[in-house]
């Protein structure tokens, strides 16, 4: 049984498609370094360092130029037992987490997450509390709830709820929602559907409510670590894809 946003999370990452925040470019990344210790059995340290390409537009004809930006992430993960702490130490802010299990049976798993994060330079901040629901069987159905809800220096508060519903071993059926408490700015229904009989590969149907936007794809794991992605995209209002036509087509591969 897996959340709304974790059916695709690969994918995503393979097709370079922001879920939940699809307006973000990130910027290129000229190179990275990662370091792991888990210097006790309940204590993880991950430390990266990496430099990105931040591209500047010119403001005439002349060609856009790249500034390289340094950046660094410390995190400390301690697990308590039935709370899991983390402490995230960056180059722009300071972070910190809480996570603990509420409920931990056979048929149910909830989950309650608070969290902080401050940045010095631009005195902002942002307090966050999580509630994940995995349930039982529901008469032959399962559910993934997810409730995320944001609160920041300008008094602003969204709400990020998801439900994925895996009807059975091959289907899930979902949707995701971003809430400022007045207007759903955000609306992403989903279905996923895994072959019981082809463990490497899956497909799926999403649609993007805010931008008019429907999208079908698939992967395919051709071997262990090597994956392929594709996925069609359909405007059906103001989308210009290729051609001038309403239509586009991404794919990533992963070796």
């Given at each position: 049984?897996?959340?709304?946003?974790?059916?695709?999370?690969?994918?995503?990452?393979?097709?370079?498609?922001?879920?939940?925040?699809?307006?973000?470019?990130?910027?290129?990344?000229?190179?990275k370094l990662n370091f792991a210790a888990k210097p006790k059995k309940n204590i993880d340290l991950t430390m990266e360092k990496k430099v990105e390409c931040k591209v500047v537009a010119a403001k005439d004809a002349t060609p856009a130029s790249c500034t390289q930006v340094e950046k660094t992430n410390t995190k400390l993960k301690h697990n308590h037992g039935d709370c899991t702490t983390t402490m995230t130490f960056a180059n722009d802010k300071?972070?910190?987490?809480?996570?603990?299990?509420?409920?931990?049976?056979?048929?149910?798993?909830?989950?309650?997450?608070?969290?902080?994060e401050i940045k010095q330079a631009s005195k902002a901040y942002k307090f966050t509390g999580k509630l994940d629901i995995l349930s039982g069987d529901m008469g032959g159905a399962k559910a993934a709830i997810n409730i995320h809800a944001d609160y920041n220096q300008k008094g602003d508060v969204v709400v990020k709820p998801a439900v994925n519903f895996e009807v059975s071993d091959e289907f899930?059926?979902?949707?995701?929602?971003?809430?400022?408490?007045?207007?759903f700015q955000e609306i992403w229904p989903q279905m996923v559907y895994k072959p019981a009989d082809n463990k490497d590969s899956f497909y799926w149907a999403r649609a993007d409510m805010t931008r008019s936007l429907l999208r079908a794809g698939c992967d395919q794991q051709l071997k262990e670590g090597i994956n392929h992605s594709f996925e069609l995209v359909y405007g059906w209002k103001d989308f210009v894809g290729i051609g001038g036509k309403p239509v586009a087509v991404l794919s990533g591969v992963e070796y």
């Open positions: 049984m897996s959340f709304f946003a974790n059916l695709l999370k690969g994918t995503n990452d393979r097709l370079g498609y922001i879920a939940d925040d699809p307006e973000r470019a990130d910027d290129n990344v000229d190179w300071m972070a910190g987490e809480a996570k603990a299990k509420l409920v931990n049976d056979d048929d149910w798993k909830i989950d309650l997450t608070t969290a902080g899930n059926l979902g949707v995701n929602a971003k809430w400022d408490t007045k207007t």
